[in-house]
């Protein structure tokens, strides 16, 4: 089986490196050669608007996945009419387009936070009438780790927000003072089994996920968790791991977002878990059967952002892992990430916390 991943960052390198533990192959569609996956997997070098390219690609490959939801309806479209496209064109747009993704949660009675379709700063006024301050604007498409929001403290702030977000298509929605974020990541095959992971505490500065640990919420925070998965799962007659973004407040989960694909939170069960979200959703792909994801050892994530520290400097810890997705250091870019073990749990998180302030670095 060889599998086509759209994109070549480090979740296809991270896909690539589980393919090659089932005896899969991977082939990565990527519009230039400096990408993170090449480690791991041979690339195909081709523009996203290029039918013909896409027509070659998907002579080459079996089935098709994506590790970025950000690509045009349309070229997925394409892409669908040809091969198996998991998860589906439909999944992915909804995911791609904070309206229609809120929009969707309300129809199937998952709460998310309040929220108003904005599309002219006329609309932003009045919206700012209906909800309350604080209040988050945010571009309804390209935003990511925080980029695309501005947060309104009065009235008086709407004209220079709508400013800022370059007067794009987006929403308004109520800033809730949560009291913790959480994940939660499955994944469905064509036989229609559902495997899910426990849910993951994240912790994010500045928009961007810091520090990803095994949540010690209330069983029924789990459950709620698990019912809105599978609803999203089994509606969209989705294929592969999807991940559900949530706020918790007063034991009540708000869906923030959701990811059609491998997640950054998901990166613990690398360690943590007896079968990764990478190998899940590479198993959910060729419609294998899903495993019962046993706890393997509690393992905590701290990523590393804008600089890579030295390796050296962690590696003593013999229950750490170093993962460097070999990319050039940007500000708030995402380099790599650090896996910690321990069973002692408080022990574990005290030292993510430790390890996330020795590398703390945002420019
Ligand atoms: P997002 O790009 O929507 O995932 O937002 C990035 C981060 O900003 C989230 O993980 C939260 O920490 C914070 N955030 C986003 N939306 C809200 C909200 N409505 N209320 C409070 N914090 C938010």
């Known amino acids: 089986m060889r599998i086509g991943i759209l994109g070549a960052g480090q979740l296809a390198q991270l896909l690539a490196h589980s393919a090659y533990t089932l005896g899969f192959e991977t082939l990565c569609y990527a519009e230039s050669s400096q990408q993170p996956a090449t480690r791991n997997s041979p690339l195909f070098i081709g523009e996203l608007k290029d039918n013909k390219r896409l027509q070659e690609f998907l002579s080459k490959v079996d089935l098709i996945t994506i590790e970025n939801e950000n690509i045009e309806v349309e070229t997925l479209q394409f ?54 301050f604080p209040a988050l604007l945010k571009t309804r498409r390209f935003g990511y780790d925080g980029k695309g929001q501005v947060k309104l403290s009065t009235a008086h702030q709407t004209s220079s927000a709508w400013k800022t977000i ?36 994240n912790h994010h500065e500045q928009g961007v996920l810091r520090i990803s640990t095994l949540s010690t919420t209330p069983h029924s925070l789990q459950q709620q968790a698990e019912n809105h998965l599978s609803t999203v799962l089994k509606e969209l007659d989705y294929i592969g791991v999807l991940a559900i973004e949530f706020f918790v407040k007063n034991n009540q989960l708000y869906a923030n977002e959701m990811a059609p694909r491998v997640h950054n939170s998901g990166h613990l069960t690398l360690e ?71 069973n002692n749990v408080q022990a574990l998180n005290e030292k993510a916390i430790q390890i996330h302030q020795s590398v703390t670095d945002l420019k």
Request: net charge positive; hydrophobic share 40%.
């Open 79 to 132: 892409l669908e009419s040809h091969l198996p496209l998991l998860p589906n064109s439909k999944a992915i747009g909804i995911t791609q387009d904070r309206l229609l993704e809120k929009q969707f949660f309300k129809s199937l009675n998952i709460p998310t936070t309040e929220f108003i379709a904005i599309d002219s700063l006329t609309a932003l006024d009045s919206a700012s009438k209906q909800l309350p």
């Open 166 to 201: 370059n007067e794009m298509p987006a929403i308004l929605e109520n800033f809730i003072a949560f009291d913790t974020e959480v994940s939660i990541i499955g994944a469905r095959n064509a036989a229609k089994q559902i495997s899910c992971y426990p849910l993951i505490t």
């Open 272 to 342: 943590a878990f007896s079968c990764s979200q990478f190998e899940l959703h590479l198993r959910a792909l060729a419609n294998l059967p899903l495993p019962t994801l046993h706890l393997k050892q509690p393992t905590a994530m701290i990523n590393l952002i804008s600089k890579l520290p030295d390796n050296k400097l962690f590696l003593k810890e013999p229950n750490l892992h170093f993962y460097d997705y070999g990319k050039l250091a940007r500000p708030y870019r995402k380099l790599g990430h650090i896996t910690i073990t321990n």
